[in-house]
């Protein structure tokens, strides 16, 4: 296992946008599965989901987010040195999201701004990405991150219908001298990418086996290697992607968290892929934060097969928050 750290980097703000429209999974479920609804529902801890409206992208989303976190930051349009946008099911595949984001927000044009596409893992890469620009440019850097699967998904697909949701994302990371390194750990099985994918004008096929297969080898022995070289720091939460809550809760007890410090987000509003763990901080961390200041260990994993874990830090201003968007 390689690690990196970055230094002098803080998370300011964490913003979830989530679509208004909220699925009753076992209604939803009962009409497709009418004989699998209710174990589903229990086996998966996924109650409701949430669902964009016809038309909404991932950008919409994220914008909305973002808005707000600028605006708990006291961030002006000049104060952002980059945008980076991650997502893997943005409808226009040019100009770049992160670009679209630029402009619907206003920021000047000296920001720099690119995409990320990695599902699962993306919020974590991106994280690190986030973290050398504010660093390096001593300016704020706007993490996006948001992804809209229903428009991916097979209605007739249980796997995928049971699980998959809607949800954008801001976080915004600025440079903060002297503060704790952040560190990462990256790995990936290309070999394995067929558990989860999405082709080109098609939907999002997963096997569920081989998804949880995964986790509970590469991704838990990645866990695991990466808290033995972090011995001695505490974590005030582990914060890790939200497929199903059964996974969530497994992946935690094989590395060590207990239930009280791990925060869950798919229960309420489903998976949402890499936005998952942004919105698991936007729900979780004002009751359990306290002042805003906390040691994260993230995780992230899925489609790739990819995974990418850290150790990141909130400062003690941190602004938390959710926007309905649609309402």
């Not at 991106?126 to 992804?147: I, P, R, W």
Request: proline share 4%.
């Amino acid at each position: 296992m390689r690690t990196m750290e970055t230094p002098e980097a803080e998370i300011a703000a964490v913003f979830a946008a989530l679509p208004a429209r909220e699925v009753d999974n076992l209604e939803a479920l009962s009409r497709l599965c009418p004989d699998k609804a209710e174990a589903i529902v229990k086996t998966t801890g996924i109650a409701r989901r949430r669902i964009a409206a016809e038309g909404v992208t991932p950008v919409d989303l994220c914008v909305a987010a973002a808005r707000r976190a600028m605006e708990a930051c006291g961030l002006g349009k000049g104060d952002v040195a980059a945008v980076v946008f991650v997502s893997f099911t943005n409808p226009a595949r040019m100009p770049c999201g992160a670009a679209q984001a630029q402009a619907a927000l206003g920021l000047d044009s000296s920001v720099a701004a690119f995409d990320i596409s990695l599902a699962c893992s993306g919020y974590v890469y991106a994280l690190s990405a986030a973290a050398m620009f504010a660093q390096k440019t001593g300016g704020a850097v706007l993490l996006l991150d948001g992804d809209v699967q229903s428009a991916f998904v097979d209605n007739a697909d249980v796997a995928t219908t049971a699980v998959l949701a809607d949800a954008g994302s801001a976080t915004i990371v600025r440079p903060a001298v002297g503060a704790q390194p952040w560190k990462f750990a990256f790995a990936t099985y290309g070999e394995k990418g067929s558990a989860l994918q999405l082709g080109q004008g098609g939907k999002v096929k997963m096997d569920g086996f081989g998804v949880f297969r995964f986790a509970a080898e590469e991704v838990t022995a990645l866990m695991r290697g990466f808290l033995a070289e972090a011995a001695g720091e505490s974590f005030d939460a582990f914060v890790p992607h939200q497929p199903n809550a059964y996974m969530v809760r497994e992946l935690a007890r094989s590395v060590g968290f207990d239930q009280e410090r791990t925060w869950l987000s798919c229960d309420r509003v489903g998976n949402v892929s890499s936005a998952s763990i942004p919105v698991a901080i936007a729900l979780n961390a004002p009751s359990c934060l306290g002042g805003g200041a906390g040691r994260l260990a993230l995780c992230g994993f899925g489609g790739g097969l990819s995974a990418a874990v850290a150790a990141v830090s909130t400062c003690g201003d941190c602004a938390f928050g959710t926007v309905e968007h649609g309402k």
